[in-house]
């Protein structure tokens, strides 16, 4: 019972494990790339779903306790206030945008150090091995479907993230209409 819960419990690692040894090196910072990436999502989507209404309730409330909404100074002070609350709606957006494509281009280069790998067992032999030339064709096609996936899983959220916080700054501001 104990031996099966640890086994299954230790699955991901031991698959994690073996696609790193069949894909080689580039397939480590693929998966570092995708944890990072998983992190930011996670962690956005705790900013949108626990701060956030905080920080806009606060907002608000700040703006409400103004007596003047119409001079310039107010509406500077309100496009301040707005501001900040973007600021924090697009924290670490850049980096997950990067993120997204880097992964699929860590795929590409492994994948060209397979072929690499194809054309050197041809150069050293002076044929075309079989068993030489899956090994390298196998090598660069881990890397691209690991790059792929980790880019792919990562789309959705960098696109949400993004016209989420449009839409919330755009509620805001609405909400603190002069």
Do not use: K
Request: glycine share 8%; proline share 4%; with cysteine.
């Amino acid at each position: 019972m104990i031996e099966s819960l640890r086994e299954a419990l230790l699955w991901p690692v031991a698959a994690v494990l073996e696609l790193m040894d069949g894909g080689g090196p580039f397939v480590g910072w693929i998966i570092l790339c995708g944890v990072v990436m998983w992190t930011l999502v996670v962690e956005r989507l705790w900013y949108f779903t626990r701060l956030l209404p905080r920080e806009v309730d606060e907002t608000l409330e700040a703006w409400n306790a103004r007596r003047d909404h119409y001079s310039w100074s107010a509406r500077q002070i309100r496009r301040a206030m707005i501001s900040r609350l973007n600021a924090g709606m697009t924290a670490n957006m850049p980096l997950l945008r990067v993120l997204v494509p880097l992964a699929p281009l860590l795929g590409l280069i492994g994948t060209v150090s397979g072929m690499l790998e194809v054309f050197e067992s041809m150069a050293l032999r002076g044929s075309a091995d079989a068993r030489a030339m899956a090994t390298g064709v196998s090598h660069a096609m881990i890397c691209t479907l690991s790059g792929l996936a980790v880019s792919i899983t990562g789309l959705f959220p960098a696109y949400h993230f993004g016209s989420r916080a449009r839409r919330e700054t755009e509620r805001v501001a609405a909400r603190m209409a002069i």
